[in-house]
């Protein structure tokens, strides 16, 4: 009877085993073995942007150049489009999706790197306004006018920061159009990201415009935090890319990087 049983667990163990899924191979061991990291081709200069030869340039671009060089791998960006940039990570398509904002939502599919870069508000004004506007307080007053287009994100921001302002909507318009209307004096104030929106505007102006809270201060609203995404629950991955962000941020290289392609001149490239 005790050898029956001996034998029926035996085989019970056997059936278990052989029953149990295989575990999942982490995206970093398939990047290794087909000797290529795939990177989505997605759009924001001047973090990743291609060219009518189709060369991908940006941060983002020299990151990923070297987080292939790390692992000896070659890397190949695929052209690829916002609204299936996070879809393309799960169907495996590509292993890493770069300026990626980081969102709840998103993050329900999937996972993302610290951010190493966040894109914020600020409120732009003429440093000659004689409104006073010099700190985020100054403009919530109805006499402090903000050319906005409508529906827009920006418009989001100056209704919550600035909720008495006055707003003067536009339908499609950049924000060069914009800062127009307050150089010229029809408006007081506009809102711009930064650091991208606000480098073009001050290559432009310089010091006849006032940023607030500043270049590179954005204010604490609707802030988007970038990171690079991956597979979800893909521990090695994570570790990985995480930990290579963190090195190239500890020495000083992702610093110098963005350094080299925040400019009015990248920003605004085409080709």
């Given amino acids: 009877m005790r050898r029956n049983l001996t034998a029926l667990w035996g085989a019970m163990a056997i059936f278990v085993v052989a029953a149990a899924p295989a575990m999942a191979q982490s995206v970093l061991d398939d990047i290794k073995q087909r000797g290529e990291?795939?990177?989505?081709?997605?759009?924001?200069?001047?973090?990743?942007s291609p060219r009518p030869n189709g060369e991908y340039v940006g941060v983002d671009v020299e990151v990923m150049k070297k987080m292939a060089a790390d692992l000896k791998v070659?890397?190949?960006?695929?052209?690829s489009e916002w609204s299936t940039a996070v879809a393309g990570i799960e169907t495996k398509k590509w292993d890493i999706v770069p300026a990626l904002c980081i969102t709840d939502k998103r993050k329900e599919v999937v996972d993302f790197s610290p951010s190493y870069i966040t894109i914020g508000a600020t409120l732009t004004t003429l440093a000659s306004n004689p409104k006073g506007l010099t700190s985020v307080e100054a403009f919530n007053r109805p006499e402090v006018v903000f050319a906005v287009p409508s529906g827009s994100w920006s418009e989001s921001v100056a209704k919550e920061v600035a909720p008495k302002a006055t707003l003067k909507g536009f339908g499609q318009s950049t924000s060069a159009d914009l800062i127009q209307e307050?150089?010229?004096?029809?408006?007081?104030?506009?809102?711009?990201?930064?650091?991208?929106?606000?480098?073009?505007?001050?290559?432009s102006f310089g010091d006849k415009l006032r940023i607030v809270p500043g270049h590179n201060?954005?204010?604490?609203?609707?802030?988007?935090?970038?990171?690079?995404?991956?597979?979800?629950?893909?521990?090695?991955?994570?570790?990985?890319?995480?930990?290579?962000?963190?090195?190239?941020?500890?020495?000083?290289?992702?610093?110098?990087?963005?350094?080299?392609?925040?400019?009015?001149?990248?920003?605004?490239?085409?080709?």
């Fill in 74 to 79: 070659k890397l190949n960006i695929i052209n």
């Fill in 37 to 48: 990291l795939r990177v989505a081709g997605v759009l924001y200069r001047p973090l990743i």
């Fill in 182 to 203: 307050v150089v010229a004096g029809r408006a007081d104030a506009v809102v711009l990201d930064t650091p991208i929106q606000t480098t073009v505007a001050l290559a």
């Fill in 217 to 271: 201060k954005p204010l604490d609203v609707r802030a988007c935090k970038v990171g690079y995404a991956y597979l979800k629950g893909d521990k090695k991955m994570a570790e990985y890319v995480d930990g290579f962000i963190q090195k190239l941020r500890s020495s000083g290289e992702l610093d110098a990087l963005t350094k080299r392609f925040m400019t009015a001149d990248q920003i605004k490239a085409t080709n």
